[in-house]
């Protein structure tokens, strides 16, 4: 099953530089194992926002989740999913 995915960072402020760091290095890490894995597809900035547009592969809404809460950005990301089905007029 496909899932369109919207993430919105939005990291504190007075979290020190140093920590904010480290998450984003974990979270980079994860991101791409997860792009190994096949589970995440497409990885899009928008243009001008701290967010992204992203396509997951996922068996079900559960694992989806689980795949989206491991994140280590999770805490600080408003994230919207969007399922996603065949459109008749697709030739791929
Ligand atoms: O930068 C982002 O959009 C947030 C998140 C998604 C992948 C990653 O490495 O960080």
Redesign the pocket.
């Given at each position: 099953m496909l899932f369109l995915v919207r993430?919105d960072?939005n990291i504190p402020h007075d979290l020190p530089a140093e920590q904010a760091e480290a998450i984003?290095a974990r979270?980079?890490a994860?991101?791409?194992q997860l792009q190994r894995e096949g589970h995440w597809r497409h990885?899009w900035?928008v243009a001008g926002e701290?967010?992204?547009y992203?396509v997951f592969d996922a068996a079900s809404n559960d694992e989806l989740h689980g795949l989206l809460s491991q994140?280590p950005?999770f805490p600080f990301?408003k994230i919207q999913v969007t399922p996603l089905a065949q459109h008749p007029s697709a030739i791929a």
């Open positions: 993430m960072v984003k979270e980079k994860y991101a791409q990885l900035r701290y967010a992204n992203s994140l950005l990301m």
